[in-house]
């Protein structure tokens, strides 16, 4: 058995956030004063979580991403990835992070079963970062990045370009890769910061992001994606890594989609953009089996919309979500 949508589209990727929570308060992810953090009784527990991964790479889900929120400001997240490392049936797990609170638990990643980490860092300026971030860590960021650029984890670094903020660095972030193995990926900015879309003076999406680095050099070598990538990506000749731009907003990047999402109250969803399908939380602490839950995520990734308009135009105008809520 294995989890295929009506396009053909077999899923093998689950995004899982682990907490609502987080440390930091960025303008594109949440409000200034944050969002209504849920009940801790309404979180998955590790336990449950542990059990839907299983469940799902028993269907051919062999890469599992863990988000929040903050994954790192839920107690306990280590001793949940090193139950995580001995499901066998998993070919990757990998972290999105921010980077704050994770310098001491390098090495422990290091022994795991961690493939990579995606450091979420939107300015190498520590004014600019504490004024999109709302928060003043960027040293401590900072620090995370030059451990984890040591270490042997695959490091990639996730730039959500901002209107009005950033855009005047893609081209450091860029130059970055001349000398260090990591790949830079700029993100096109998304509408879910709680209170609807931020406004903005000017669309940078992919179109935009990749004529400006055009404007700044005289070669860009295309590289081969893999066929479910989400970012369309790149390199500069002679430079040791490489750069992607996701455009997370325009989404021309649904065709090939292999993923789903479990956000941390339990919500099901087939694709970032629709509303939630079903509540795996409830259906678990009902009794439901593990055949049962085979059976439901079968039935109802054969409904995966064919792309994220589809998703978008199915649940409304509702865009009242924080990132932070739908995990990332």
Known sequence: MELTDKFGRRISYLRLAVTDRCNLRCQYCMP?????????????????????????????????????GEPFVRKDFVKFLESLSYNDKLDEINITTNGALISNHIDKLEELKINSINLSIDSLQREKFAQITRRDVFVNVYDTFEKLDKSNLNLKLNVVIQSGFNTDEIIDFIEFTKDKNIVVRFIEEMPFNGKGQRQIDEEWNYSKIIDHIKNHYQEIETLQSKKSSTSKNFKIPNYKGSFGIIPAFTRTICNDCNRIRITATGMFKNCLFDGGVFNVRDFIREGASDDDLKALFIKTVHKKPENGFVAEKNRGNDVSESMSTIGG
């Open 32 to 68: 200034a004063q944050g969002i209504n953090i849920v009940d801790k009784k309404e979180l998955l527990t590790y336990k449950e979580m542990y059990r839907l991964t299983r469940v799902l790479s028993e269907l051919g889900v062999n890469k599992v991403r863990l988000t929040g």
